[in-house]
């Protein structure tokens, strides 16, 4: 089993819509949460990071972590066209502190 | 954040060649990362390269393929040596940087897209 799991997609969604994406984690050692969007032939860029239990808002998006249930989420309210892309969830945390990365959902936002 | 540079962003080499990857970091930072993301799959951290200290590999990873210096707080480079076309893949540089908050936080560099022949 995977430290961290995310649903590959692809998501499809029309614009305007709200994208929800989410990542399950087993190891409750994880402290620090980030979510990453990487376009096509890009680098991961940070869009999110997160400490606590909670919600934070920066924007359209919104980043929920609920550590009792190992449990992260993503929202993107009025989704446009440029937000396709993959976006990666990453935590760390533990021994070593090191970031461990979901495999990633390719999202696509169509006009 | 951290503006980070890498060069070349692609190249195409052939087999049994080394190909040296550059990262160039805008301000000093202790921790710099290389990882590796094959086609279609995250991310997978091949080294941790501090300076003044050799780098530490991950599992799967060795130093007489992948060698690393780091002569300073603002670059890196990464060498894959005896390339076959399994090493085709993006190798990204990373650094870490402390938040106002105390939360250490990655950024990543554009990636260098290499194929092998």
């Known amino acids: 089993q995977k430290e961290v799991e995310q649903d590959p997609g692809p998501l499809s969604v029309p614009e305007g819509a709200i994208v929800s994406l989410n990542c399950t984690y087993s190891n409750s050692a994880f402290q620090y949460f980030m979510w990453y969007r990487q376009y096509s032939r890009k680098g991961p860029e940070l869009l999110m990071y997160t400490y606590s239990s909670g919600n934070k808002e920066d924007g359209r998006f919104t980043a929920q972590v609920d550590k009792s249930s190992k449990y992260i989420s993503l929202f993107i309210r009025d989704s446009q066209p440029s937000d396709s892309a993959t976006y990666l969830c990453a935590m760390k945390g533990g021994a070593g502190n090191k970031l461990t990365f979901g495999g990633g959902t390719r999202v696509l936002v169509k006009p | 954040s951290a503006v980070i540079s890498q060069k070349p962003s692609r190249d195409i080499c052939q087999r049994g060649t080394s190909l040296t990857i550059q990262c160039q970091v805008d301000s000093q930072v202790t921790m710099m990362f290389w990882y590796r993301q094959q086609p279609g799959q995250s991310l997978t951290l091949i080294a941790t390269?501090?300076?003044?200290?050799?780098?530490?590999?991950e599992s799967g990873f060795v130093i007489d393929k992948f060698p690393i210096s780091r002569p300073n707080l603002t670059f890196s480079t990464l060498t894959v040596s005896n390339m076959s076309p399994e090493d085709s893949s993006i190798y990204l540089c990373?650094?870490?940087?402390?938040?106002?908050?105390?939360?250490?936080?990655?950024?990543f560099g554009p990636g260098t897209r290499l194929t092998v022949l």
């Open positions: 990373s650094v870490e940087t402390r938040t106002s908050k105390a939360t250490d936080t990655q950024y």
């Open positions: 390269a501090n300076q003044g200290s050799e780098a530490t590999y």
